[in-house]
């Protein structure tokens, strides 16, 4: 939604894309990740070293990209990863909460992929996969730094299929049907849009929900919800799931108000129950005037580091990072 991971549309110019630092050791960042569990609705929290490149290799309004390396517990296994970090200016500025817009983002995409479960279980034929995120702290790096979020580097071509103000980028019919999908299953209180990535395997979704929270910065309430369903046009797939088609909003006799549940003069229309199997009902998200578990405490995780580090102080780890570094370089 705020930064497609090798979208090149709408680029801005590299002089606005910040160098992580290179003083701090070797860019070998040590701290810990959150990762979001939707049907348990908490967060989890584990130790975490990651080796940055300096240099960012894509951008979108608000975020840039880095390619990064995460060392698995022990040093054993290395996973390339992409690091997506908030522009600082925009953090210093007051435009972006940091690091809550990062917990906002990394509950999205993890909610957007319980969607793409259902779908899976509905649509034998076609699977879809959201990327899993984390929100990682660094505690190695300055603060304009500190916070980002992180998930597994998707090589391959990259496309971006429809955006959050109702736009339609690609002839793909799977993206399209999907958002389709979870607006209908989701008992019309969201829709999950912005949809992008390799394949069948997405990334940086955004969500729409009726009141307008949670779900980050590019939530537009209703009127999101609205501009979805006056550009979408039911293709094959969404008549093979049984996808009703969507109602026009142009008739002055129909609002959105009629689907919204917390309407009680308004009669609902019937609706089937949802399936036993659906693992997230998102009315538990509206139930209070804060959503639960929004985000962990930010405290050192109960896991330690790896022994590896433990006998390292911060003046010895840039010799470790230099080794690391020259071991196991980072993929460009």
Same mark, same amino acid.
């Given at each position: 939604?705020?930064?497609?991971?090798?979208?090149?549309?709408?680029?801005?110019?590299?002089?606005?894309?910040?160098?992580?630092?290179?003083?701090?050791?070797?860019?070998?960042?040590?701290?810990?990740?959150?990762?979001?569990?939707?049907?348990?609705?908490?967060?989890?929290?584990?130790?975490?070293?990651?080796?940055?490149?300096?240099?960012?290799?894509?951008?979108?309004?608000?975020?840039?990209?880095?390619?990064?390396?995460?060392?698995?517990?022990?040093?054993?296994?290395?996973?390339?990863?992409?690091?997506?970090?908030?522009?600082?200016?925009?953090?210093?500025?007051?435009?972006?909460?940091?690091?809550?817009?990062?917990?906002?983002?990394?509950?999205?995409?993890?909610?957007?992929?319980?969607?793409?479960?259902?779908?899976?279980?509905?649509?034998?034929?076609?699977?879809?996969?959201?990327?899993?995120?984390?929100?990682?702290?660094?505690?190695?790096?300055?603060?304009?730094?500190?916070?980002?979020?992180?998930?597994?580097?998707?090589?391959?071509?990259?496309?971006?299929?429809?955006?959050?103000?109702?736009?339609?980028?690609?002839?793909?019919?799977?993206?399209?049907?999907?958002?389709?999908?979870?607006?209908?299953?989701?008992?019309?209180?969201?829709?999950?849009?912005?949809?992008?990535?390799?394949?069948?395997?997405?990334?940086?979704?955004?969500?729409?929900?009726?009141?307008?929270?949670?779900?980050?910065?590019?939530?537009?309430?209703?009127?999101?919800?609205?501009?979805?369903?006056?550009?979408?046009?039911?293709?094959?797939?969404?008549?093979?799931?049984?996808?009703?088609?969507?109602?026009?909003?142009?008739?002055?006799?129909?609002?959105?108000?009629?689907?919204?549940?917390?309407? &009680?003069?308004?009669? @609902?229309? $019937?609706?089937?129950?949802?399936?036993? !199997?659906?693992?997230? /009902?998102? =009315? *538990?998200?509206?139930?209070?005037?804060?959503?639960?578990?929004?985000?962990?405490?930010?405290? &050192?995780?109960?896991? @330690?580091? $790896?022994?590896?580090?433990?006998?390292? !102080?911060?003046?010895? /780890?840039? =010799? *470790?990072?230099?080794?690391?570094?020259?071991?196991?370089?980072?993929?460009?």
């Amino acid at each position: 939604t705020l930064c497609g991971a090798a979208s090149m549309l709408g680029q801005p110019q590299q002089s606005d894309w910040p160098v992580l630092p290179t003083s701090v050791t070797l860019r070998l960042g040590v701290g810990f990740k959150s990762t979001f569990d939707v049907e348990q609705q908490s967060w989890s929290q584990q130790a975490t070293i990651v080796n940055f490149s300096a240099t960012a290799f894509a951008s979108g309004a608000m975020r840039v990209c880095y390619r990064c390396d995460e060392m698995e517990p022990g040093g054993l296994t290395v996973v390339p990863c992409v690091a997506k970090l908030f522009k600082p200016q925009l953090v210093r500025a007051g435009t972006v909460r940091v690091p809550d817009a990062c917990f906002a983002e990394c509950k999205t995409q993890m909610v957007a992929d319980t969607y793409a479960q259902q779908w899976n279980r509905r649509c034998k034929l076609i699977k879809l996969a959201f990327l899993p995120v984390s929100v990682i702290n660094i505690t190695t790096m300055p603060p304009d730094f500190a916070f980002m979020t992180m998930e597994p580097y998707l090589p391959g071509e990259y496309a971006k299929h429809n955006d959050n103000t109702g736009g339609i980028t690609s002839t793909d019919d799977v993206p399209q049907a999907f958002s389709h999908f979870t607006y209908e299953v989701s008992e019309h209180l969201l829709v999950v849009c912005d949809i992008q990535g390799v394949g069948s395997f997405y990334t940086d979704p955004q969500i729409h929900s009726l009141d307008g929270t949670s779900f980050g910065l590019g939530n537009l309430g209703a009127s999101g919800v609205n501009n979805f369903k006056k550009s979408h046009v039911c293709n094959k797939l969404c008549k093979e799931l049984g996808l009703p088609k969507l109602k026009d909003d142009s008739d002055p006799a129909y609002s959105l108000q009629d689907e919204c549940p917390q309407q &009680p003069q308004q009669q @609902a229309s $019937p609706r089937q129950a949802p399936a036993p !199997q659906m693992m997230w /009902q998102p =009315q *538990l998200m509206w139930q209070a005037s804060q959503p639960p578990a929004w985000r962990p405490q930010l405290v &050192p995780p109960a896991v @330690a580091l $790896p022994p590896m580090l433990q006998q390292f !102080q911060y003046a010895q /780890q840039a =010799q *470790l990072a230099a080794r690391f570094c020259s071991s196991s370089p980072v993929r460009r």
